[in-house]
């Protein structure tokens, strides 16, 4: 009798692992199915963020420019970047404190400090003032310096 009922308990178990894997099986495909839906809906956000940020820049420069009272549309000419880090080693390589690399730039040795730490970040038109600045060498910047003396 034990030799028959061991035979019923391993049949038992052998059909009941096939159902589980079959129901298992089902389980893992939506698993994967959901997963790659998900992929493909965080990758829509963040196309849409991308696209967001872009018109409430583009809206922000359009209500900068309206402010301007009718002044005329000018080319604000190639995006520059801004490195708060080039900025501190090229003052450090002309050999030039805060304040007077401030004035080459026109800002005060305050916003050049804001700036380095990174607490603050210069306008469209201090940048093209620091690109201008970014060429000289340290005799030039010296000469400018004792001229506005």
């Not at 061991?6 to 089902?26: C, F, G, N």
């Amino acid at each position: 009798m034990s030799n028959l009922a061991s035979l019923l308990k391993a049949e038992i178990s052998r059909v009941a692992r096939k159902e589980v894997r079959a129901e298992i099986e089902s389980l893992r495909k939506a698993s994967a199915q959901h997963r790659s839906l998900i992929a493909a809906l965080r990758r829509q956000v963040q196309d849409l963020e991308g696209a967001l940020r872009r018109a409430s820049s583009k809206r922000a420069g359009a209500a900068a420019a309206a402010d301007g009272a009718g002044a005329l549309p000018t080319d604000p000419g190639p995006q520059r970047r801004f490195s708060p880090k080039r900025l501190a080693s090229h003052r450090t390589k002309l050999g030039l404190s805060a304040a007077d690399y401030g004035q080459l730039v026109g800002v005060s040795g305050q916003t050049i400090y804001n700036w380095e730490q990174g607490s603050a970040r210069p306008r469209t038109e201090q940048l093209n003032k620091l690109v201008a600045v970014r060429t000289l060498t340290r005799a030039t910047a010296a000469a400018r310096l004792k001229e506005a003396a």
